[in-house]
């Protein structure tokens, strides 16, 4: 997401919001208000206005028109499509005229308005005429007019109905942007743009270029708002029209140079880099031809399969500012598709800025754009997604028709294939036909965890367990996040006895979910296995726990329960009493806890006195032994276990 502060809108001068309707010569009052009317008469409240002394003036007056004239004047106002009368006027008396009252059109505006409130605060809005002189041209909505029923208004002052939407005062635009210049709506659009509100901001300056779309700022600047939602891509599109309409553009050519070095386009970011005048400086030239550099060498290393080069100066292009090229994720995932790290591969490509297929190709290319949908459907079938992978290949076969794409796309959809028969056929508890699947799909891609995973269930069912955990171990070197290869191996292990294997990988599944249960069962199975302590071939049912949860989950156990509550310095003598109480009592579990590394164990269970035996029978406590009185634990055990 591109930062404001680095693209700036452009506001150009003698185009601003408040100069787009106040002329630059000076403010003059309205010749016009508006007031209220009371929906209950017909006719305007009149308003007295006393007139004001007027010092004599040495001007001839105009002649007053006749009444025959006037006569005729008014006869044709009422007739449709007649001409207007002449105005004649004499304006130099009139500007002397505006000159001598000692109010202002704004203070009549303000007393008609509070005096039309007072009587119906919501009465419609009326113009009326506020300077000394009238002309006949300013009279507004005085002219009497055809009305659409036909009907003709008579006088001069034609009532209107209550209109239901009540505009509040100084709203000359009726929160509309219809009437307003192109500049105007500009300048509203950079407001929005500066407030972080980019599609409003797009909005505005789409309505502008509608206007006029000869204004190249106009362009330039909807790109700066497109580069703040990340739709790079469009905003090229956008700052090339600016650049056309106006070549000696700077702000245009720098901002499609970033937009160049953001896509991984060095030469032509060079190039308008060096077209922007003051605009760019040595830096950002120099950094665009560090970028061609790098490509240079990526280009190189993958023609050479060097693939551990190619991760490096991939990761180079990407710090120098191509963060959104297509072209350098494509060839970072390829190398990391190589290197066999398919996660980080997958991880790679879902960075890549999503547009559609048309707006890449159009603008760098089908070939560039089916390399990558190539890259992608490898990545795909490697972690799995083998649908995907092959929607991906069928779009690049309608880009591009190559050999390889075609040979590509072959070997993506016979794997998919040998993947989803052998699926089938395991399904139908058919494991030796489904073994020979899979392995038809592994000779096409070795490397696929998802297939090893997935032999290794076969092989699991045929009870080649052995072989059923090195495919597990080969999938999750792929994959290291692969959870039913990680629970596969530790199942495999556990059936070939290995528990401190199947242990470490019980806990690593517990970690990352912590609260399956059929996990935890199987972690406390393995643990309690790999806690027996073996002496001269006699097995003692002896648990050593490390963790509060592995203790109340033995605890909430049916059965009876022996707990040693001890500390790291244990006598020596008292374990050996207790591991021959173990060989006595084979159907009892027996717990050795050490508070001082669990003391949330030892708090929890009210243990202040070391060492102490505690008998539990179903989850509760039944029985307390402090110090090491072996013969009453014997006992008690023996009592408390028939």
């Not at 008396?93 to 000692?102: A, D, Q, S, V």
Request: hydrophobic share 35%; aromatic share 8%; charged share 25%.
């Amino acid at each position: 997401m591109a930062e404001t502060i680095n693209y700036p809108v452009e506001s150009d001068v003698g185009c601003g919001f408040i100069s787009s309707f106040l002329p630059l010569r000076g403010f003059k009052p309205r010749k016009t208000v508006l007031f209220r009317t009371s929906p209950h008469s017909a006719k305007p409240r009149p308003v007295p206005v006393q007139k004001q002394p007027i010092n004599p003036v040495p001007v001839v007056k105009p002649s007053r028109p006749s009444n025959a004239t006037r006569s005729s004047t008014s006869s044709s106002n009422n007739s449709r499509g007649s001409n207007k009368a002449p105005q004649v006027v004499n304006f130099a008396y009139t500007k002397k005229l505006t000159k001598e009252p000692t109010f202002t059109s704004s203070d009549l505006s303000l007393t008609v308005l509070s005096d039309q409130k007072k009587f119906d605060p919501n009465a419609a809005l009326y113009r009326a005429s506020t300077g000394n002189v009238m002309l006949l041209g300013h009279l507004g909505n005085l002219n009497n007019q055809q009305r659409k029923d036909g009907k003709k208004d008579v006088g001069n002052i034609v009532a209107k109905k209550s209109v239901e939407k009540d505009y509040q005062f100084g709203n000359i635009f009726n929160n509309s942007t219809a009437k307003l210049s192109p500049d105007v709506i500009k300048n509203l659009g950079n407001e929005k743009y500066k407030e972080g509100k980019y599609e409003e901001a797009i909005a505005l300056y789409n309505q502008a270029i509608a206007i006029d779309p000869s204004k190249a700022c106009f362009y330039s600047n909807k790109s700066a708002a497109l580069m703040g939602l990340g739709r790079h891509l469009e905003a090229v599109f956008q700052c090339r029209e600016a650049v056309r309409i106006d070549s000696s553009y700077h702000n245009a050519h720098c901002r499609l140079a970033k937009l160049y070095l953001r896509l991984g386009v060095a030469e032509k970011a060079i190039y308008h880099y060096k077209c922007s005048g003051r605009k760019a400086s040595h830096e950002d030239i120099a950094q665009a031809q560090a970028l061609k550099d790098s490509f240079d060498l990526c280009s190189e290393a993958r023609n050479q399969g060097d693939w551990n080069k190619l991760l490096d100066e991939s990761q180079v292009a990407l710090s120098l500012g191509a963060d959104s090229s297509p072209q350098i994720y494509a060839m970072k995932a390829e190398a990391l598709l190589k290197l066999r790290k398919h996660e980080e591969a997958d991880v790679i490509l879902q960075n890549v800025p999503c547009f559609g297929n048309e707006l890449y190709a159009e603008f760098f290319g089908s070939s560039v754009i089916a390399g990558l949908l190539v890259v992608r459907a490898q990545v795909y079938m490697a972690i799995g997604r083998f649908e995907d992978a092959v929607s991906a290949v069928q779009q690049a076969l309608q880009l591009v028709s190559s050999n390889q794409v075609h040979f590509i796309a072959e070997r993506v959809k016979y794997v998919a294939l040998a993947r989803s028969n052998g699926n089938r056929l395991f399904k139908l508890s058919m494991f030796k036909e489904a073994l020979i699947s899979y392995n038809e799909g592994l000779d096409k891609d070795p490397y696929n965890s998802i297939l090893l995973c997935n032999r290794a269930a076969c092989r699991s069912k045929l009870g080649q367990f052995e072989k059923a955990v090195e495919d597990c171990t080969s999938a999750l070197i792929l994959l290291p996040s692969y959870r039913k290869a990680r629970l596969r191996r530790a199942d495999c292990n556990s059936k070939l006895e290995k528990w401190e294997a199947a242990i470490l990988d019980y806990e690593v599944l517990m970690q990352e979910f912590p609260g399956d249960e059929e996990v935890r069962d199987a972690l406390m199975e393995a643990k309690m296995q790999c806690g027996i302590i073996k002496e001269k071939g006699n097995v003692y049912n002896l648990v050593i726990i490390s963790s509060k949860r592995d203790f109340t989950h033995f605890r909430s156990k049916l059965g009876l329960l022996v707990v040693l509550f001890c500390g790291k310095i244990c006598s020596k003598q008292v374990l050996q009493l207790l591991e021959r109480i173990c060989q006595k009592f084979p159907s009892v579990n027996f717990l050795k806890v050490d508070i001082e590394d669990n003391s949330s164990i030892a708090t929890s269970e009210g243990v202040t006195v070391i060492p102490t035996c505690r008998i539990y029978r179903n989850g509760s406590q039944v029985k307390e032994i402090t110090g090491d009185n072996i013969n009453l634990l014997e006992s008690s055990i023996k009592l408390y276990n028939t």
